[in-house]
């Protein structure tokens, strides 16, 4: 049975709406996700929420009835919680809500617990800011087979909403580290990998390596790009050719027709 | 010599404000750019602001020194306008406002005053709701060489702010049309052109077909897709092959991955 909260000063009302705060999310280890399609992608990811908040008006639907009936199922103290559309608001802080929201264990896991050798490709992003691009190289690593993506130096959280909203749902099925370059490239050096940085700063045409898996696509800051000394440390550093007068793609843009090229090579074979 | 303004209630900053809104956008066929990259960019592509906007602290940097010289050159009745920081955020609703901002003139324009031999490749943009993806998309035209950006049916306005932003400034070295599918197909069918479709309802795969110029790449809205009887009227619909769970990708990503694949058989040759 569902347990009914109607109260905005409910205590667990205020501990999830505090999660939309990187702060808070870090302190409780719990995150946000929102919507049917990117809580259904959760659950055939083999995750279930902590606590599933659902309005009355979706208690009907099929998805909402599944995906209840699996958190009873797992009977690990998994909460669903019937509650009103204010409140969801509330929780989700935008005015158009979405009907059911979940709340989630932090997935974030360490270097030393990713096989590398799992997926043929892994994304690095380094000092990336925008949530938006940040969910939706997610959202393309899924797309291309990726194992994860490993977050250098000072991103954006990968759990904030807006980062999981534009992952619609890929956060789930990526692995998701957060280190910094040193212990990076300490731990790719001590085994296969081949580390291929996108950058202005060369002629070399992104079509011309042979990309060997795993291969790690390594990503810059929207404005700066990557470091010199980063660069020095890839193992192949290309150029996407551009003909316009920018000079410059939006950065998840760029990840993503990296990704394609390498595994359009693979494909071929 | 810039005209100075320091008051909120001035008429001009009323309503170069009003600019925000669509409606108001409309009514004056202007629009609002925000940042020296953007408007350097405006200016290389051959577009001065009607009016530009600085504070004191940007008064000595060169760009803005080569702007002001260019526009008081231009003698055409625009203006230099130094105001405060103050009066900078109150234009542009961002806390952390940049030091200048242009309004523009619409940059709209005709299916009929469209060359389409003046460039290999279009972007056709069909009831796409996110100005991020939008303007993404835009500044991808610009890096492959696009001639512009289509957009069909209920498409957010280009020229928000918002849009403008994600384009870096592409907007401006891109034609922009807004119509109606019959209105578009119409046009198309009265010369040369590939009608290309991007759908998850074929198994063709995108590196398949042979893209001829000009190539209309046609994206569909970012939830439902493309409409089948518009899928339909396509000379080729290709799919993006996904190897992940959630089997989709963001709707600029997809077509700039789509983008590069064309000019990618073209560079080829």
């Known amino acids: 049975m569902a347990r ?85 608001q509330k929780l989700s802080g935008k005015d158009n ?36 691009n940040l969910g939706t190289i997610l959202r393309t690593g899924d797309a291309t087979g990726a194992g994860g993506l490993i977050l250098i130096d000072d991103c954006v959280d990968p759990f904030s909403v807006e980062a999981v909203r534009a992952s619609m749902g890929a956060l789930f099925t990526q692995k998701i580290v957060q280190t910094r370059w040193e212990d990076f490239i300490h731990w790719l050096r001590q085994g296969p990998g081949m580390l291929i940085g996108t950058s202005l700063n060369t002629d070399f045409d992104y079509q011309q390596p042979h990309y060997t898996a795993p291969s790690f696509l390594l990503v810059g800051n929207e404005s700066r790009g990557l470091p010199a000394e980063y660069e020095q440390q890839c193992d192949v550093l290309v150029k996407i050719p551009m003909m316009g007068k920018a000079d410059s793609l939006n950065a998840a843009v760029a990840t993503a027709v990296m990704a394609y090229e390498i595994i359009n090579q693979w494909r071929r074979k």
């Open 4 to 88: 009914e909260i109607t109260a905005f000063s409910n205590p667990l009302i205020k501990r999830v709406r505090s999660l939309r705060e990187k702060r808070h999310r870090r302190e409780e280890g719990m995150f946000l996700a929102e919507g049917l399609r990117i809580l259904t992608e959760a659950d055939e990811a083999g995750h279930l929420p902590r606590y599933l908040f659902h309005s009355k008006d979706s208690a009907d639907h099929p998805l909402v009835q599944r995906l209840s009936a699996r958190i009873e199922a797992a009977n690990d103290g998994s909460e669903v919680i019937l509650t009103s559309r204010d409140i969801l």
């Open 97 to 132: 809500a979405q009907t059911v929201i979940g709340v989630y264990p932090d997935l974030a896991c360490s270097l030393d617990s990713i096989d590398r050798t799992s997926a043929p490709l892994w994304m690095v992003a380094q000092s990336m800011r925008d949530p938006g």
